[in-house]
């Protein structure tokens, strides 16, 4: 038997794969569907919206680790490793859009780097002589402007003057490579 957290979250990602609208998912349909009291999402999470990110969190996170492996390859070095460690991400991203801007919200509305934290260590093998300081600072420095850019997608577009019908993917990979490349990586 799987403990209270793990059956809350697996119940939101069943809501979820059932349609249910993220901003309309009450405590009640999640507990109904946990076969639990309502009062242990607030135990365990605080607020039902807290259960609703760890759920989304999973989702992309497995969908993550999923396209990563897919594309990665043993014998790549740090920086293609963190290429398709981007390049999966953007995959996930761009599969799970809404998904996606409600978790990159989220951790902008809160005190969380979790997403710089996942790419720590191909940023010391890649630049060993910067400090742990410096190497966060450059994780947050990759991290952000893609972020920034995912949310505000149609508004880049525009001011780039780029086709807005052209798939974000691609968008993606460019930026990437411009940002990357400024960074020297």
Not at 43 to 48: I, P
Not at 56 to 72: G, K, M, P, V
Not at 80 to 85: A, V, Y
Request: negative net charge; contains cysteine.
């Amino acid at each position: 038997m799987p403990d209270i957290k793990t059956l809350l979250i697996k119940s939101v990602i069943d809501l979820l794969d059932d349609e249910f609208d993220v901003e309309e998912l009450t405590i009640r349909q999640i507990a109904y569907e946990a076969h639990i009291s309502t009062g242990l999402i607030n135990y365990h999470f605080g607020s039902k919206w807290n259960l609703i990110v760890a759920a989304i969190s999973s989702i992309i996170d497995s969908a993550a680790a999923e396209a990563f492996q897919e594309l990665s390859n043993q014998n790549d070095t740090p920086k293609e490793q963190l290429r398709t460690f981007l390049k999966a991400m953007a995959i996930v991203v761009c599969k799970y859009q809404k998904y996606s801007a409600i978790l990159i919200k989220d951790g902008l509305n809160s005190e969380r780097f979790s997403t710089p934290e996942t790419i720590l260590g191909l940023l010391r093998d890649i630049k060993p002589h910067l400090s742990e300081k410096e190497i966060k600072y450059l994780a947050v420095q990759v991290v952000a402007p893609i972020q920034y850019i995912f949310l505000k997608e149609g508004g880049l577009k525009k001011y780039l003057g780029e086709d807005i019908h052209r798939p974000m993917l691609e968008e993606y990979e460019e930026i990437m490579e411009a940002f990357l490349k400024t960074l020297g990586i």
